[in-house]
């Protein structure tokens, strides 16, 4: 299967009337800034949404983006599986910020959630230190739960994958509502 298209985010500036954008990241990473017109459709209920973008790939191109770009290597080689051909954003919504471009925020001042990326961090720099406390001071082997977040870290960047990001992205505070969902695919219908 061959790597999916990548746009660097001039590219994508540029032709941003034309594209179809799908933002994957959680609902609380997307309220917290995603370029102007995209959808939201996280990367764990991508499945559920495959005719719609299927369909709004038929009528034009489909740029999938993410904060950094691998979720949405992922998104693209995932409906590549199920023929639908899309681009990625190289560098993801950071890389977009970062050349000066504006980010939409929805209205109503929803609180943001912080980026995957961030809370993945925080979790296993917490479980690390968890580990070493109690290895320390109630009985050495729980040291091995520190080691186990070590593992699973250095799995993650050998694979490009992150079972903890797969984890936290089912937490409430990152979820879609039902609603929320419903309402973007009916919108990637009509595009």
């Known amino acids: 299967m ?3 298209v990548t746009l660097d985010p001039q590219q994508a ?3 941003l009337h034309e594209l179809t954008v799908i933002d994957v990241r959680t609902p609380g990473e997307y ?3 995603h370029i102007p017109g995209a959808l939201n459709i996280p990367l764990d209920q991508l499945g559920r ?3 719609e973008i299927r369909a709004a790939a038929e ?4 740029l999938v983006v993410c904060a950094s770009g691998a979720r949405s290597e992922n998104a693209c080689r995932t409906l590549a599986e199920s023929g639908v051909h899309t681009a990625t954003l190289a560098g993801g919504t950071g890389a977009w910020a970062a050349q000066g471009n504006d980010l939409d ?3 109503g001042g929803a609180r943001a959630t912080w980026g995957m990326e961030r809370q993945v961090r925080l979790t296993a720099g917490s479980v690390v230190l968890l580990g070493l406390a109690l290895g320390e001071f ?3 082997a729980f040291r091995l739960l520190s080691a ?3 593992g699973g870290l250095v799995f993650s960047a050998v694979t490009n994958t992150c079972g903890m990001a797969a984890m936290l992205a089912k937490l409430p505070h990152n979820r879609p509502r039902q609603a929320d969902l419903e309402a973007t695919l009916i919108r990637l219908r009509g595009n």
């Open 2 to 4: 061959a790597a999916p």
């Open 13 to 15: 500036r540029s032709r």
């Open 31 to 33: 309220a917290g800034g």
């Open 49 to 51: 949404a495959v005719p």
């Open 59 to 62: 009528r034009g191109e489909v």
């Open 105 to 107: 925020r929805p209205e």
């Open 138 to 140: 109630v009985h050495p």
């Open 148 to 150: 186990g977040i070590a």
